[in-house]
C-alpha cells in the first residue's frame, strides 16, 4: 500500500489515537483534530491526500468540512465515519456521500475496515 498524507478529525480522542496509530503502522503521516473548525485550520496549512472525519463533533460538524474540503481542495478524498445520533448513522452516510465523501464507514469499525477505507478512497 503507498503511503498518505492523511487527517484524522474525531472528537473522541481515543478513537482518534486508535485510527491514528492504525494508519502509522501501515507507513501513513498521520495528523489530527478534535473538530471541523480546527481541521480547517490544519487543512490550510498542510498539503494532504486524505481527510478522516467524523459527522458530529462540537464547533463544526463533519458535514460542514466535507463541504469546505469539496470547495477548497476538490481533488482531496474524504472518508466520513458516523455512529449516527439522533439521525440513524445511513441518513448521515448518504448526506456525506451526496456532498462528496468517497467511502463512508460506520462505528464501530476495525483497523482492517478502516485501512481498507484509505484504499478504496485513494483509488477513486
Known amino acids: 500500500m503507498a503511503s498518505h498524507s492523511i487527517l484524522v ?6 478513537l482518534r489515537e486508535l485510527v491514528q496509530i492504525t494508519l502509522e503502522r501501515a507507513g501513513h ?5 478534535e ?6 485550520d490544519v487543512l490550510a496549512q ?10 458530529l463533533m462540537p464547533e463544526r460538524d ?9 470547495k477548497k481542495y476538490p481533488h482531496m478524498r474524504i472518508i466520513v465515519m458516523t455512529a449516527g445520533g439522533q439521525v440513524p448513522r ?4 448518504l448526506i456525506a456521500r451526496r456532498l462528496g465523501a468517497h467511502v463512508p464507514v460506520e462505528k464501530p469499525f476495525t483497523g482492517q475496515q478502516i485501512l481498507d477505507a484509505v484504499a478504496a478512497a485513494m483509488a477513486v
Not at 473538530?35 to 480547517?40: Q, V
Not at 498542510?46 to 459527522?55: C, P, S
Request: glycine share 12%; charged share 30%; no cysteine.
Open 9 to 14: 478529525v474525531d472528537d473522541e480522542p481515543d
Open 29 to 33: 503521516k498521520v495528523v489530527t483534530a
Open 46 to 55: 498542510q498539503a494532504l491526500d486524505l481527510v478522516i472525519t467524523d459527522v
Open 35 to 40: 473538530n471541523g473548525r480546527k481541521a480547517g
Open 90 to 93: 445511513g441518513d448521515y452516510l
Open 62 to 70: 463533519g458535514i460542514e468540512l466535507i463541504g469546505e474540503v469539496r
